[in-house]
């Protein structure tokens, strides 16, 4: 196993992540624990969007993506 800076990034971001879900079972700290999962899941998707390769190539659909995640934040922004 070739070892590349998104094993790096999924390492780190798994470390808070893996903290935010235990920190989720103490409802003192359930909100925190949630921002703190929030953190280590987003170290790994930006990691996964800009460092990921397939064969040499890497992703070419940055538009989908992108703007699934603003649709995505829109929607969760306003709904009740």
Known sequence: MQFSILTLCY?????????????????????KGNLVAAAGMSIAIVGTIFLYENDG???????????????????CTFSL
């Open 11 to 31: 390492i780190i971001g798994s470390v808070p992540f893996i903290i935010g879900l235990k920190m989720l079972s103490d409802p003192a700290y359930a909100r």
């Open 57 to 75: 190539a890497q992703l070419h659909n940055y538009g989908w993506i992108f703007s699934g995640l603003v649709i995505g934040g829109f929607i």
